[in-house]
Every structure is written in C-alpha cells, then in structure tokens.
C-alpha cells in the first residue's frame, strides 16, 4: 500500500512539475525559470542576464532578449555565453 501511494504521489508531483514548467515557459521569465525550476547552466545564465537588463521574478522588463542580444557589456564573463543572440553575433569556435 505504502509503494502505490509513493508512487502515486511521485505521479503528482511530476505531472504538477510539467504543468509548472509549462507555465513558466508560456511566461518565460528566465529569472522565475531559474528559481521554480531544477537548477541548470543554461538558465542561470538566462536569469543572470535578464536580471541585469531588470527583469526580477516579479517583473518581466519589455524587450529584454532585444536588450541581451544587443548587449554592450564586452568585458562582463557572460557575454560570450549570453542568449537569445542573432547567429551571425556568435564567435567562431
């Protein structure tokens, strides 16, 4: 009995996981991403460049992948790995 409520609650909590990341990914605000979510490289990357062009797990700034795209911080570490950029704006390997 113990098994089939564990697995059944382990169900949930994976089905209510998928609807919560879809959720965030219809909203896409990657610094709430970042912290609703398992933790990855990916998305912390996101979030930290979405929070430097003021987004916060409240407010989701207007523009803001145009502003990361457009990003003029050269010297910051993330720059090279930034999102959301034009293919011709990446450095070849």
């Known amino acids: 009995m ?9 169900n949930h909590l994976a089905s209510h996981h998928l609807i919560q990341e879809a959720t965030l990914m219809r909203n896409h605000n990657p ?4 912290f609703a979510l398992a933790p990855s490289r990916k998305r912390a990357i996101e979030a930290m460049c979405a929070s430097c062009m ?3 797990t409240n407010h989701l700034e207007e523009g803001f992948k145009n502003e990361i795209r457009n990003c003029s911080s050269h010297s910051c570490p ?3 790995f930034r999102p959301y950029k034009k293919s011709e704006n990446i450095p070849p390997q």
């Open 31 to 34: 610094v709430e991403r970042f």
């Open 54 to 56: 003021g987004c916060t």
């Open 2 to 10: 113990k098994k089939i409520i564990s697995t059944i609650s382990h």
């Open 78 to 80: 993330l720059y090279l």
